[in-house]
Structures are given as C-alpha cells and as structure tokens.
C-alpha cells in the first residue's frame, strides 16, 4: 500500500488505496514529523464492504453511559478536568476537537499513533505520565492520583 501524499492544513486531499487482500497492513509516516516520527505508524484494515459498512455504522453511535461507579466516576473527572477542552466524546459534553476523538477509543488496537498496544496497563501508564509512553506527546502530565487513574482507566475501557 505504497502511497504519498503531502499534507497541507486546511487543504483536503483524496487518495485511493485499494487492496487486493483482506488483511491488516502496516503504514508508516512517510515525512519526518517530529522527535517521535519513528513511532508514527498506523493500521490500514481491508475487510469486505459489508464488515466495512458496519464499523462505519458503529462510529456514529455515541459513547454509552458508563455502568460501573468507577467508571461514572471517570466521565465526572474526564468532564471536570481539562480533558473535555482537547477530547471528544459523543454523547458527552467533550466535543473538542484538539486531541484524539476518544468516542470508540477502547475499540482501537494501538493508543499513542501507534506507539503501544492498547492494553489496560498502557492506558493506565499514559494517564499517569503520557511522556513516559511517548515524548514529546502534547498531552500534559495531569499529576493525577492511582485513584483517579484507575477511574479514567475504567471509564475509557467502556469506550467501545
């Protein structure tokens, strides 16, 4: 899936891939971006169209409400804290649009543009230092508690 294309804020750009296979490809950033250009890889899914259509389905349906009072309580901390002022979340009050869209995060396979697994226990060292995951990232260290880590960690999660 060999293909460039220069990027120019504000300016759209179209490109068609199309893959013989279906198969999970790996992509990587074709211009260096910055100290953490090397970590800068994606996942280019080719599925048939109908599995395509339904994970096009599930991205437009918002987040559901947290069940576990953990979980309650992350949202409350995700709402109060600054969080909301760089992140979305459908069917929250985060509608940012500075960091990742968060909506389907738990659904996602890597976290970090790619730089670790989406694992509960990488989750949990991001929140707790995000430059410790990956330097340079523009998330900041919220200096939050094991508690309140543990809470977001559990509210993410249900973010499927």
Not at 90 to 102: F, R, Y
Not at 119 to 147: A, C, I, S, Y
Request: aromatic share 8%.
């Amino acid at each position: 899936l060999a293909r460039k294309m220069t990027t120019v804020p504000g300016h759209p750009n179209h490109i068609w891939i199309q893959a013989e296979n279906i198969r999970t490809y790996l992509g990587f950033c074709s211009e260096f971006c910055g100290t953490q250009h090397a970590w800068m890889h994606f996942l280019i899914v080719a599925e048939p169209q109908e599995e395509f259509q339904k994970w096009e389905q599930a991205q437009l349906v918002p987040a559901p409400a947290p069940a576990t009072q953990s979980a309650q309580k992350g949202l409350a901390l995700f709402e109060q804290m600054s969080c909301v002022n760089c992140h979305a979340i459908k069917g929250t009050i985060a509608s940012a649009q500075i960091g990742p869209d968060l909506t389907h995060f738990a659904s996602r396979k890597q976290l970090g543009a790619g730089i670790a697994d989406n694992t509960r226990e990488n989750l949990h060292r991001w929140l707790r230092d995000p430059q410790q995951v990956k330097v340079g990232v523009k998330m900041p260290d919220f200096k939050f508690t094991d508690e309140q880590v543990t809470q977001l960690t559990d509210y993410i999660e249900t973010l499927k």
